[in-house]
């Protein structure tokens, strides 16, 4: 489970076929600290761009995840490549500060980036377009959202697309300012939402 507070950024250092049905991404070890009391360990899960992840591989440099076809197939991670920096969050502890909301990393869907461009008051409007409308009735102004990891609140909609005022921190701590129009985006839904809406069809059945 994660918050969505994104803790750490990384540049991928390779993306490539690791032999089989895999592909093996590499990135920077941004979470390296001599003598750390709580170093990276193999087999955690770490958020890279909203997408939870198993560490397979890890020294000082570097971090290394084996992504599977699936994985592949219902996230924007195969458009990455090496120099791109990445979002990342290390799973929350119980005793942890909730600064987000409610975060899986078991991506929902991708979106398309269709603005970009800075705001009055040094914010940032970044607006995407969903591909599958069917998530839009998980979203409300002023909901949760998540976007490339990142916890964000919905600012407005129109269509199939989303509006979000990043604010300057977010935007200066995050990879979300490396974002062009036309780029792809991982995005989950609020997974209360989807409760909600299963305990509801229940209780009309």
């Not at 003598?35 to 939870?52: F, H, M, R, Y």
């Not at 300012?177 to 409760?195: P, Q």
């Amino acid at each position: 489970m994660f918050t969505g507070i994104v803790q750490k950024t990384a540049k991928v250092l390779k993306f490539e076929n690791s032999g089989g049905p895999t592909v093996r991404l590499e990135i920077e070890n941004a979470f390296h600290i001599p003598d750390s009391k709580d170093p990276i360990q193999l087999g955690e899960s770490i958020a890279t761009n909203g997408v939870c992840l198993t560490v397979v591989q890890m020294n000082a440099l570097h971090i290394c995840f084996d992504l599977a076809p699936e994985t592949l197939l219902v996230t924007a991670l195969s458009s990455l490549t090496a120099g791109k920096r990445v979002n990342l969050e290390r799973a929350m502890k119980l005793s942890d500060r909730f600064s987000g909301h409610l975060v899986q990393g078991h991506v929902d869907g991708v979106g398309k980036v269709t603005r970009s461009e800075p705001m009055s008051g040094n914010c940032h409007l970044l607006e995407i377009e969903l591909a599958n409308s069917s998530f839009l009735r998980y979203c409300v102004l002023k909901g949760s959202f998540t976007l490339n990891g990142v916890s964000l609140t919905i600012h407005a909609m129109e269509g199939q697309l989303l509006q979000f005022q990043i604010i300057p921190h977010t935007w200066q701590e995050t990879a979300l300012s490396d974002l062009y129009r036309g780029d792809l985006v991982n995005f989950e839904v609020d997974i209360l939402a989807k409760y909600i809406e299963r305990l509801n069809h229940e209780h009309k059945t």
